[in-house]
């Protein structure tokens, strides 16, 4: 419950590593309807921040801003054919999945589906119908939920 010293407080953003940046933009833009709202390259690395230019938060600064994903790539990973990041739900298991939600859950499964988006769970599968899963190029799980549905 937050009390006055926390009442300001908002989630800001998340980050998760990519090893190639063109694909991994692709992804999140072309398919998840995101936009790059920011980029800082620190030489080694190079950070990409995208998130929803919802109604009033075009051009906001990031600090000012709500679920924000950042996405970091170490330079040269994209040229390790065996290279991989854990995506948290393999043994270990720790991180779990981001989601995102949309209006109408099942015209999004058949547009993901006419660009070839690979699911890990589609809502017709198991017990959770109002639910997918679907996999981003470095394998991390995103879950897709309706806006208006309970879960």
């Known amino acids: 419950m937050a009390d006055a010293a926390t009442a300001s407080y908002r989630f800001n953003h998340t980050m998760i590593r990519i090893k190639d940046p063109e694909k991994s933009i692709e992804f999140y833009t072309k398919v998840l309807g995101m936009d790059v709202i920011d980029e800082h390259d620190a030489g080694d690395f190079k950070l990409f921040f995208l998130a929803y230019n919802l109604p009033g938060q075009k051009g906001l600064p ?90």
């Open 62 to 151: 990031r600090g000012e801003r709500e679920g924000i994903l950042e996405l970091t790539w170490n330079k040269g990973t994209e040229k390790d054919p065996n290279f991989k990041y854990h995506n948290g739900n393999d043994e270990p298991q720790g991180f779990g999945h981001t989601c995102i939600s949309v209006d109408n859950l099942e015209k999004a499964v058949a547009r993901f589906d006419s660009m070839g988006v690979k699911f890990k769970k589609r809502p017709e599968d198991g017990k959770m119908k109002s639910i997918a899963f679907v996999y981003d190029p470095d394998m991390y799980w995103i879950e897709i939920i309706s806006h208006n549905k309970p879960q």
